[in-house]
């Protein structure tokens, strides 16, 4: 069960994803239409866009911050013409790198500071930096969880209420069921409690007898006018389990 990779932690993956609005207006900017998101794997069998495209597009996508640790300064270089370039402090990353057949697509591709990328040349570029970090996935590791709205009575402890912008729960009826999904510019109550990873992965393992859980990711949901990152599972449909 502990294989499973809802169970398994990894560091890209507690990197929010990016709200659907985001994708939408890139792709509108950019008149690219398979705009993605980066993936916590990588990607080896996506289509390359020529370096000069991607790059420019990956940085819009990530807001021009770093998906880390959130920087982004923006600062002008003199250059040897009367022109001054711009420069952002940002360096896109091959998260599979090129030398080991990894694609110049947008789900191999991510933004990071130059420290934070400096960074992943320690570990050999297998994964995103993490300073003096090193024991991330100790039992004592705390972050916050959506639970499923029909697992609420599995968790005792306290809970808190808050929105998740850009998703929405519509009923299919091809499936004859609800599902939460992607909706630009809408918003949803969820419910979130804070877990160690000892405490997730009991609460996870519980909700997996009544649902098809794939995995993991991590969104941005705001408690009030405080952002909050949070850990949300993930069906067979790669719908949230909210």
């Not at 599995?154 to 009923?171: C, H, M, P, Q």
Request: charged share 25%; net charge negative; proline share 4%.
């Amino acid at each position: 069960m502990n294989n499973h990779p809802a169970l398994r932690e990894n560091l890209y993956k507690d990197i929010p994803k990016l709200p659907q609005s985001r994708i939408v207006n890139v792709s509108m900017s950019f008149g690219i239409s398979d705009v993605q998101d980066f993936d916590p794997d990588g990607d080896r069998a996506g289509k390359s866009i020529a370096w000069p495209n991607i790059s420019k597009a990956v940085l819009a996508r990530d807001d021009y911050r770093c998906r880390v640790c959130g920087n982004g300064s923006l600062s002008t270089v003199d250059g040897t013409s009367d022109y001054s370039k711009l420069h952002f402090g940002l360096e896109v990353h091959h998260i599979i790198p090129r030398k080991d057949g990894g694609s110049d697509s947008f789900r191999n591709l991510i933004s990071l500071c130059e420290e934070c990328h400096h960074k992943t040349f320690s570990g050999g570029y297998s994964g995103v930096p993490v300073g003096k970090e090193r024991d991330l996935f100790s039992f004592g590791k705390t972050f916050l969880f959506a639970l499923p709205a029909d697992s609420i009575d599995l968790y005792s402890g306290n809970i808190r209420n808050a929105t998740l912008e850009d998703y929405d729960r519509v009923f299919d009826s091809t499936q004859n069921r609800y599902r939460v999904v992607p909706i630009p510019n809408s918003r949803m109550k969820i419910s979130i409690a804070e877990l160690v990873v000892d405490d997730y992965r009991k609460l996870v393992s519980a909700i997996m007898r009544d649902h098809e859980v794939k995995d993991y990711i991590t969104v941005e949901t705001k408690a009030g006018n405080v952002s909050l990152k949070v850990r949300t599972l993930i069906d067979e449909n790669s719908d949230l389990l909210v």
